[in-house]
């Protein structure tokens, strides 16, 4: 959606209506980064702009088909939120035992490191890039 619609709807700034900005950007985000790519896919071949030569996918190599990476990479995200949420709950409960909130507390948060690290060295891996047309610059 539009961005500052309560804004333009009252012509005040409310904190929701800021809260629902940053919403609908992550949410561009995240669909323009990471899930977007088989629309420009369908676009360049509406448009003209990849053209599909003949025996494509059984004599020459489809480019929809790639090298798929390790597919346990595609769990990282999950790993990652559920990290948060156990890290979210271990501070905000309390424990009868200091030391072992404390071996949860650093157990999550390396949970969450690792996890982070990693998706963020293999990020090409979670974005879904078009295939058809390459940009060159």
Do not use: H
Request: charged residues 20%.
């Amino acid at each position: 959606g539009a961005l500052k619609t309560d804004f333009t709807r009252t012509g005040k700034r409310t904190f929701q209506g800021m809260l629902m900005d940053g919403y609908n950007s992550a949410l561009r985000y995240y669909k323009n980064n990471l899930a977007d790519g088989f629309r420009q896919d369908a676009l360049d071949v509406v448009l003209g702009n990849y053209v599909v030569s003949q025996g494509e996918g059984v004599v020459n190599p489809s480019p929809f088909t790639r090298a798929r990476g390790d597919q346990r990479l595609r769990l990282l995200p999950f790993v990652f939120i559920f990290a948060l949420g156990m890290l979210l709950v271990t501070l905000l409960l309390p424990a009868a035992d200091t030391q072992r909130q404390l071996s949860y507390i650093f157990f999550w948060l390396l949970s969450l490191l690792i996890s982070g690290l990693t998706i963020f060295y293999f990020g090409s891996e979670f974005v879904d890039s078009p295939r058809l047309c390459r940009e060159t610059k």
